[in-house]
Nanobody, 128 residues
Framework: QVQLVESGGGLVHAGGSLRLSCAAS????????AGWFRQAPEKEREFVAA?????????RYADSVKGRFTISRGPAKNTVYLQMNSLKPEDTAVYYC????????????????????WGQGTQVTVSS
């Protein structure tokens, strides 16, 4: 089993930055890809960013956040970060960390149904 706990959300003005963290427990998390998703009120949960189990440059981003957000893994690979810069009001949402349902997948997925493990979410609010 994998358990995920997000932190780092908060209220920030437009143009500001936040860094979200996702701390994982469970022996297999370091062998799984990890993703960040977000859900705004009355909207579907959407993909934001993902990183493969190996980390590094094997990452994927939603078009809406490319160039502004960066996903990374800690040295022990049991923590995943989302650095969010140049935040916009439309980035306001609850952000969720998730772990890939499969171990060792080379191409990390972007579809939420490919992820079996989810955190409880952290609220990010960007004021204009």
């Amino acid at each position: 089993q994998v358990q995920l706990v997000e932190s780092g959300g908060g209220l920030v003005h437009a143009g500001g930055s936040l860094r979200l963290s996702c701390a994982a427990s469970g022996r297999t998390f370091s062998d799984r890809g990890a993703g960040w998703f977000r859900q705004a009120p009355e909207k579907e949960r959407e993909f934001v960013a993902a990183i493969s189990w190996s980390g590094g440059s094997n990452t994927r981003y939603a078009d809406s956040v490319k160039g502004r957000f960066t996903i990374s893994r800690g040295p022990a690979k049991n923590t995943v970060y989302l650095q969010m810069n140049s935040l916009k009001p439309e980035d306001t949402a609850v952000y969720y960390c998730a772990a890939d349902s499969r171990i060792g997948r080379i191409l990390v997925p972007t579809a939420r149904w490919e992820y079996d493990y989810w955190g409880q979410g952290t609220q990010v609010t960007v004021s204009s």
